[in-house]
């Protein structure tokens, strides 16, 4: 700024006389109100503010700010503000800003919290967390025991949409990745298995692996960070908008019409998916021994179906049905508890990922232990 | 009397969303300090109109002029710094709801001023208090009422001290009285800032009360039926659907 636009001015002992002069704008800064405190404060005898805006030119905002300040000041020590001198559009604002005072209580008080509280209330979230996505399973189950005695309520079109949103949409991703995870398979088993002679057993390896472990588990993946990210964020932005609020009240259970059928969607297209990724993890890695070891198609599938037994596989599709439950349900519970904005929903989309594949390999390595306990 | 100043002119304006037409050949003037109101049934294409003027949609033919400059013949650069000039409520309050009320209503100052951030959380607090929401800076969007979230759309919409004022159905939803005490405070803020103001609005307390100049938009013929002075159109304007919208409820105003 290059001159002052507020000086101060002193004709009488008991008036401070406030002259405004030039352009005001918030482009230049707020004015900071010090100056007018300490004239304030270094006479005490002060009893009347005159603003005198003969000089003012343009002005907005940031004359009002100050204005409203030094009325602010000023009736904290019971001094009167004059103000009939300046233009009627500022006094009316000024007005304006000063009709409906703060009520009491309203404004947040910000806590700070030491790190014992921190970590304590750290502590009581994460067991709220948890009671709460139990009590949000077990409210999945009744709604799968209303659906038994056929009392769930939900649209069929949309268990439709779904299905075909979990199933058929999602097969180019699943093709791609268990066809490059066969052949990754037979790559590191085809380098081991050659310096023994026994590479014909790498179709058992890609066999195994993939029946067992790697497709439901990455097919699992894949439906975690495609399907549960968005049921998270279809739930969350119904709960920003009230949607799923006025469901409530139109006496439709949340539960039934929103998460029933996408978990159905997952159940029913997991076990499916998985067959299909066995397939194609199966001929990406026949692909590799064909290339690389002499190997023919009938050998490779001979081969495979006398070293692998089904059991794996069987186990490899209750572990995928399991799999799709885990992904739906922490999918379907961060959106019903997202919080309602739009870095929520965000944040709902993020933990749902995070929470389904946690939980798949959790589950996982407990079925890994079990089995090999009991030899299965 | 002198010859009112057009801020805004809108020339032989069409409306369209990709083929669908909404109305066409709208000439109409916004006057410096008018408080022009946009009328119409629902779905007419009210918002969609605003939502030309304030430069978001590319019209589909016509002309908008703000101060004599046309919309749409600029530059990107030019227009964004027309659009600086804007301050719009949209019909669903579109506050940003990850923010705070402050940091919603300090967003622009933070973007547009070299302000320091408590400078910016003092205007913001000013700003909030003249919309009757002192103490609220701290809460979310979501943990005020639908009132409130208006009222503190509008003071977004006031935080760079615009020269026009766009608000979409600014009253709507709203008790009557609480409307009519938004009324009061955007008739009282365009006084006292000196801006023009458009509105789009079909409560008849509120066309009546503040509006200086309308346009009314036809659904049927998706064209406008008539301008000017809300009163003068009550008494003059013999076109049905215009009498039939400002007369509805057996409201005395003639
Ligand atoms: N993004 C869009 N794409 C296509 N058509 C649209 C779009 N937005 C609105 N419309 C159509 O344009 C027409 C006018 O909509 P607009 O929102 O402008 O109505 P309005 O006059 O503001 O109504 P209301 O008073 O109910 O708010 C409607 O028929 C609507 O279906
Ligand atoms: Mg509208």
Request: charged share 15%; with cysteine; hydrophobic share 50%.
């Amino acid at each position: 700024m290059t001159e002052e636009v507020v000086t101060f001015h002193r004709h009488k002992q008991d008036t401070l006389r406030v002259l405004i002069k030039g352009d005001w704008s918030i482009s230049f800064g707020l004015q900071n109100p010090e100056h007018f405190l300490s004239h304030l404060t270094s006479s005490p005898e002060t009893q009347y503010v005159v603003i005198d805006a003969s000089q003012l030119g343009v002005w907005d905002s940031s004359l009002i700010s100050y204005l409203v300040t030094l009325n602010g000041l000023s009736k904290a020590q019971n001094i009167e503000v004059d103000v009939t001198g300046l233009p009627e559009g500022i006094v009316r604002l000024i007005a304006l800003a000063e009709a409906v005072p703060e009520r009491e209580g309203v404004a947040k008080q910000l806590v700070k919290l030491n790190p014992v509280d921190s970590l304590g209330q750290f502590v009581i979230q994460t067991f709220h967390q948890f009671t709460a996505f139990i009590t949000f399973l077990g409210e999945a189950l009744l709604a799968l025991g209303r659906l038994v005695r056929a009392k769930a309520v939900f649209r069929r079109q949309d268990l439709v949409i779904f299905l075909v949103d979990t199933g058929p949409s999602s097969l180019g991703i699943v093709t791609l990745i268990s066809v490059l995870i066969g052949m990754i398979l037979a790559f590191v088993g085809a380098v081991q298995l050659e310096k023994f002679g026994a590479s014909i057993y790498v179709a058992s390896l890609v066999g195994l692996a993939m029946a067992r472990e790697m497709a439901p588990m990455m097919t699992a993946i894949i439906m975690a960070g495609r399907t549960g990210a968005a049921y998270a964020a279809q739930l969350g932005s119904m709960q920003v908008n009230e949607e799923i609020d006025a469901l409530k009240t139109m006496g439709i259970s949340p539960v039934d019409y929103l998460v029933l059928p996408r978990l159905l969607a997952l159940i029913f297209m997991m076990p499916l998916l998985t067959i299909y990724a066995n397939m194609m993890g199966v001929f990406g890695g026949a692909l590799v021994s064909i290339i690389m070891l002499d190997v023919t198609w009938s050998m490779y599938l001979e081969q495979m179906m006398a070293t692998v037994p089904l059991t794996h596989f069987f186990i490899g599709l209750v572990k995928s049905l399991i799999f799709g439950v885990l992904v739906a349900l922490s999918g379907c519970y961060m959106g019903m508890n997202s919080g309602r904005s739009a870095s929520a929903v965000g944040q709902a989309a993020t933990s749902a990922v995070v929470m389904g594949i946690v939980l798949i390999i959790v589950f996982d390595s407990l079925v890994t232990i079990v089995t090999t306990v009991f030899g299965i | 009397m002198t010859q009112p100043q057009a801020h805004i002119r809108v020339r032989n304006l069409t409306l369209q969303y990709g083929e669908k037409l909404i109305q066409k050949n709208l000439n109409f003037d916004v006057n410096k300090n008018d408080i022009f109101i946009i009328m119409g049934a629902s779905g007419c294409g009210k918002s969609t109109l605003l939502k030309h003027m304030i430069g978001l949609y590319h019209p589909a033919q016509g002309q908008i002029f703000v101060n004599d400059k046309s919309l749409w013949d600029v530059s990107d650069v030019a227009r964004q710094r027309m659009m600086k000039h804007f301050g719009v409520t949209y019909q669903a309050g579109a506050l940003i709801s990850s923010l705070t009320l402050s940091e919603n209503v300090g967003m622009p100052l933070e973007l547009y001023t070299q302000l320091s951030p408590k400078e910016i959380e003092e205007l913001a607090s000013l700003k909030l208090s003249m919309v009757g929401l002192a103490g609220f800076e701290d809460y979310y969007p979501s943990e005020i009422s639908g009132g409130m979230i208006k009222r503190a759309a509008l003071a977004r919409a006031i935080a760079l001290d615009p020269e026009i004022l766009f608000f979409d159905e600014p009253s709507a939803g709203l008790d009557p009285i609480s409307a009519s005490l938004l009324d009061d405070l955007i008739l009282e803020l365009s006084d006292s800032m000196k801006s023009t103001i458009v509105i789009v609005t079909h409560e008849l307390a509120s066309i009546f009360s503040i509006g200086t100049n309308t346009v009314f938009l036809d659904t049927d013929t998706q064209t406008m039926l008539a301008t000017g002075h809300p009163n003068q159109l009550l008494a003059d304007c013999d076109n049905a659907s215009v009498q039939q919208f400002l007369r509805r409820g057996g409201v005395e105003n003639a």
